[in-house]
């Protein structure tokens, strides 16, 4: 049984470019979440969809947008890319199925630099 | 809003010591509580969490935590560290009966010496 898998593992982009990040929840699960994890911080929550809606947002500009497919895999988008972009992305499947309270299944996320 | 203060920022115990690793949160109800450990390069493992109910948690891999409601804590124990556990520890708290959003602290490095 597959874990939360994301893509790439590393990505290296220049300020002002567009990045896709992309992630298969765990088998079973329909919610998904995103987090920002900057070095040497915890994770900050970005945004959480589920049934192809964006649920909830954290505290974070327009340029991060997002989207989740039918079959629940989720795609995070960042706009107009900042040097303080450069983080560890981490995405996180559950089952809430709307109860909001069901523990998160982490993917080993990617690892986002911006020169 | 909630908030998560892990006190420590690198704990460096001898292999087969016993561990603690402090966790506080600012919450005005009984909080959903977690604690996460991440190895270099992957994402995070669930350890143990806290809903209700008995405030001492078991977890995976020999953890076990202890919710004290009247000092805010929640804080990570284990009787006798191995090297493996050489990692980055993560308490995070979710308000009860609101939207689920964590809020994660800023993490402990734990090093384990031989």
């Known amino acids: 049984d597959a874990g939360v898998t994301q893509s790439p593992t590393h990505l290296i982009k220049t300020r002002g470019q567009q990045v896709t990040l992309r992630c298969s929840p765990k088998?079973?699960?329909?919610?998904v979440s995103w987090y920002q994890q900057a070095l040497g911080q915890g994770p900050q929550f970005i945004f959480q969809?589920?049934?192809?809606?964006?649920?909830q947002r954290g505290n974070f500009p327009d340029r991060f947008s997002g989207h989740q497919f039918p079959n629940y895999s989720s795609e995070l988008n960042v706009n107009a890319l900042l040097l303080g972009d450069s983080a560890l992305y981490l995405c996180?499947?559950?089952?809430?199925?709307?109860?909001?309270?069901?523990?998160?299944?982490f993917g080993d996320g990617t690892r986002l630099s911006i020169l | 809003a909630q908030s998560v203060t892990q006190p420590d920022i690198h704990i460096t115990v001898s292999e087969g010591a016993s561990l603690e690793l402090r966790c506080n949160y600012s919450?005005?109800?009984?909080?959903?509580l977690f604690w996460y450990v991440q190895s270099p390069g992957q994402g995070l493992q669930l350890l143990l969490k806290y809903f209700s109910g008995d405030t001492l948690v078991q977890g995976i891999k020999g953890f076990e935590a202890e919710f004290k409601r009247s000092q805010s804590s929640f804080n990570l124990r284990k009787p006798s560290v191995h090297w493996s556990d050489a990692a980055e520890y993560f308490c995070?708290?979710?308000?009860?009966?609101?939207?689920?959003?964590?809020?994660f602290g800023r993490g402990t490095s734990l090093i384990v010496h031989p």
């Open positions: 969809y589920y049934e192809e809606e964006e649920r």
């Open positions: 919450y005005g109800a009984t909080p959903y």
């Open positions: 088998s079973g699960h329909d919610t």
């Open positions: 996180a499947s559950s089952a809430d199925r709307g109860e909001n309270n069901q523990p998160q299944h």
């Open positions: 995070a708290v979710v308000a009860s009966g609101g939207s689920y959003i964590p809020t």
